[in-house]
C-alpha cells in the first residue's frame, strides 16, 4: 500500500514551487543566451526585412527565426564554456553558478536550433539552407574553432550571410548584393575582434587563443576599425552602384560617422592603454554601420 506523505511533504511540490521554479529556470536561460547582442542581432533582421520590404507575415516568421537562432548560440556557447567559467569566477553565467544545469540548458540549445530551423523553412529553402548556414558556422564557433587562429572565419561567414536572410525570405528570393556581404563580413570581424577585448585575462588563463589574442587588444582594436571603415564604404559605394552623387543625405551622415568614430578609436589605441573604452568605441561605429546598411536596405538585392 502507498505510504501517507509525511507532515509538510506534499507542499514541496506546489504550484507555486513548480512555477517559481520555471520562472528561475527561463530567467536563468535566458541570461544565459547573451541576452544584449541576441537583441541587437535579432532587431538587425527585423530592420532589414522591414527596408527590403517583406510583407507582414514573412517580417515576422524572419525575426522570430532569428531570434529562436540568436538564442540557441548563446546558450550552447555558456554551455560549453561552463567549466572555464566556473574556473575564473564568472558570476555573471548561470550555468556556470550551478542556476541551472548543462544538460537543462543543452535541451534549451538544441529545442531552439531545432525551432529557428523550422520557422525558416516556411520562407522557402533558400533562407532555410542561408540560416542553417549561418547557425552552424556560430555552432562551428563555439564547439571550438574560437581558440584557433582561423576564429573570425566563423564571424566572416555568419554575419556575411545575414543581409540575404531578409532577402530570401521574399516571395521572389534572391541573395544579397556583393556589397552587402562584404558589409556584413566586415561588421562580424570588428564584433569578434572586439568583443573579447573585455576577457582576454580570464581567455589567457583558461587556454582559448583565437586570433584577437594572438594580435592583442592594440592590434585587433586597429583591425575592428579598418574593417568597420570598409564596410561603411562597401555599403555607400555599393547601394548607389558607384554613383556617389545620388548617395541620400542620410547615408552620408552614417558614413561620415562610421568614419569618425573610428578614427577616433584609432587614436586612443595608438595613445593610450587598452581599456573598455576601445571596446565600446567599435561596438558604436559596428551599430553606426548596421543602421547604415539598414537604410540602405531598398538596394540590397544585387
Known amino acids: 500500500m502507498p505510504r501517507p506523505a509525511p507532515d509538510g511533504a506534499g507542499s514541496r511540490h506546489s504550484p507555486c514551487d513548480v512555477r517559481a521554479s520555471s520562472v528561475r529556470t527561463i530567467r536563468a536561460l535566458w541570461g544565459s543566451s547573451h541576452p544584449g547582442p541576441t537583441l541587437v542581432v535579432t532587431a538587425l533582421a527585423f530592420a532589414l526585412g522591414l527596408s527590403t520590404g517583406l510583407e507582414p507575415w514573412r517580417l515576422a516568421v524572419l ?8 538564442i540557441s548560440v548563446g546558450i550552447s556557447n555558456d554551455a560549453l564554456d561552463a567549466p572555464r567559467d566556473k574556473a575564473v569566477g564568472r558570476e555573471d553565467k548561470p550555468i556556470a553558478r550551478g542556476v541551472i544545469g548543462e544538460r ?39 564547439a571550438g574553432l574560437k581558440s584557433t587562429v582561423v576564429s573570425i572565419v ?10 540575404s536572410l531578409a532577402t530570401l525570405s521574399a516571395p521572389d528570393p534572391a541573395f544579397a548584393a556583393a556589397w552587402a556581404w562584404i558589409a556584413g563580413a566586415a561588421l562580424g570581424a570588428a564584433v569578434h575582434l572586439t568583443n573579447v577585448l573585455p ?8 587556454g582559448v587563443r583565437g586570433l584577437p589574442h594572438r594580435l592583442g587588444a592594440r592590434t585587433a582594436t586597429l583591425v575592428a576599425a579598418g574593417a568597420v571603415v570598409l564596410g561603411a564604404v562597401a555599403v555607400l559605394v555599393g547601394s548607389s552602384a558607384g554613383e556617389l552623387t545620388a548617395v541620400p543625405v542620410v547615408s552620408w551622415v552614417f558614413f561620415s560617422a ?23 568605441l567599435v561596438m558604436l561605429a559596428a551599430l553606426l554601420l548596421a543602421t547604415q546598411l539598414v537604410a540602405s536596405g531598398g538596394a540590397l538585392v544585387a
Open 199 to 206: 576577457d582576454l585575462d580570464d581567455d589567457e588563463r583558461t
Open 63 to 70: 525575426t522570430a527565426a532569428v531570434f529562436a537562432g540568436q
Open 104 to 142: 537543462t540548458a543543452w535541451v534549451a540549445a538544441s529545442a531552439t536550433l531545432v525551432l529557428a530551423l523550422t520557422l525558416s523553412a516556411p520562407l522557402g529553402w533558400r533562407m532555410l539552407s542561408a540560416h542553417a548556414l549561418a547557425l552552424g558556422s556560430a555552432w562551428a564557433y563555439n
Open 258 to 280: 562610421v568614419v569618425v568614430v573610428a578614427l577616433v578609436t584609432v587614436w586612443r589605441a595608438v595613445t593610450r592603454p587598452p581599456t573598455r573604452a576601445l571596446f565600446r
Open 154 to 163: 566563423p564571424f566572416l561567414v555568419s554575419f556575411g550571410v545575414f543581409p
